[in-house]
């Protein structure tokens, strides 16, 4: 039997944004892919509205399981994630100088985008049982680093998947932060940072593929290249600007149909969705956004306890990273990392792990209300 509580603490309002982001997508990939000329449409926007029913159904799914269970068992969880991590190095399946996919036959998936959710998990978990009072020294920190992040962000580098692995790492910071941390340590950090930037630039910069490399000039330096490695971020802000105040109108965008613009259902689609809708309709979808986030902290703050306080505070950091990085890298103030716009870009795994980081917040939120027991 269902508790009348749980129906009654459900966030609709936070599901209904995120279902319209979803559609907004859709409708988005749909006008960026639309045949012009002899190019023949793809069926993007058709595997992606099945994707939404599928994660809409595991959405519900999960929040019916209270999430005391998740961090009962997140170590486990953990581990198996990092299990699945080797095995796509070991027997991945490659696309785009990438090995990222695990082919099932019937569907491939990337597990480094469900891994960001069970290293959530695991942080939660051991940040729930530190003392309260004491803040994080070096010791401990230097444990939850050997313990949670060293072995995950190689495993994701060696894919390669930069994007991904930042995120993990601002995941990480963000956490820690949030829990608290000696001052002098942060000091001490800080300094160690500044001064061991030249040597880790060096030595990353040695380890990186000739795209990152390329993406990293463009960033720097968009007009060095402008039909070559700037490409990208050059028609990535003709699109955006073209839009104008009102935007050119839905199905009247000539960047993403003419494939002026690269990746313009994934990685670019906020470009296309911003030459059609203009800064007014950037605005209205930047609001709903916000809404999330806002959401996110908001049941952090009102969570029954410190488990739940901390899993709604790691998807909400995970999904504010999606939004402020995929839109400043195509507003070219931040360099191409291939991080897509949650909810919105073509993917089916990244969107199947957008709803199960959203029903994460749902769940503590809806249940913010109960005693304290497993």
Not at 100 to 115: A, K, M, T
Not at 316 to 329: E, R, W
Not at 355 to 360: D, V
């Amino acid at each position: 039997m269902i508790d009348r509580r749980l129906v009654e603490n459900f966030d609709w309002w936070l599901l209904l944004a995120a279902v319209a982001l979803s559609l907004i997508g859709v409708i988005t990939i749909y006008s960026a892919t639309r045949p012009v000329l002899d190019i023949q449409q793809q069926s993007f926007y058709i595997k992606q509205f099945y994707w939404i029913g599928l994660s809409l159904i595991s959405f519900f799914i999960f929040i019916s399981i209270d999430y005391k269970w998740f961090i009962k068992f997140a170590y486990f969880i953990f581990g198996f994630g990092v299990v699945l991590l080797i095995i796509v190095l070991a027997a991945g399946r490659t696309g785009m100088g990438a090995q990222r996919w695990i082919n099932l036959g019937f569907v491939s998936f990337q597990p480094s985008e469900f891994f960001k959710l069970l290293f959530i998990m695991a942080v939660s978990r051991y940040l729930s049982y530190k003392n309260q009072a004491a803040k994080i020294d070096f010791i401990e920190l230097f444990k939850m680093f050997a313990l949670f992040l060293v072995v995950p962000a190689i495993l994701i580098l060696k894919q390669p998947d930069l994007g991904t692995a930042l995120m993990v790492i601002f995941i990480f910071g963000a956490m820690i932060m949030t829990a608290g941390i000696r001052k002098k340590l942060m000091l001490v950090m800080l300094i160690l940072a500044v001064i061991s930037v030249p040597l880790a630039g060096k030595y990353m910069w040695g380890g990186l593929k000739d795209y990152q490399k390329n993406r990293i000039i463009a960033f720097i330096d968009p007009q060095a290249d402008p039909q070559g490695i700037g490409y990208h971020i050059t028609q990535s802000k003709v699109s955006i600007g073209s839009g104008g105040f009102l935007g050119k109108g839905y199905m009247k965008g000539t960047q993403g149909p003419y494939r002026f613009l690269p990746e313009n259902h994934t990685d670019f689609i906020f470009s296309i969705y911003a030459e059609e809708w203009g800064f007014l309709g950037s605005l209205v979808l930047f609001l709903m956004y916000f809404f999330i986030i806002w959401r996110g902290f908001d049941t952090a703050k009102n969570a029954r306890d410190r488990e739940g306080s901390f899993l709604a505070l790691g998807v909400t950091f995970m999904f504010s990273f999606y939004f402020f990085v995929n839109v400043g890298m195509t507003l070219g103030i931040l360099p191409v990392v291939g991080v897509p716009l949650p909810l919105m870009s073509y993917g089916g795994t990244s969107l199947f792990s957008n709803f199960l980081a959203l029903s994460i917040i749902e769940n503590v939120r809806m249940r913010r209300f109960a005693l304290y027991y497993y």
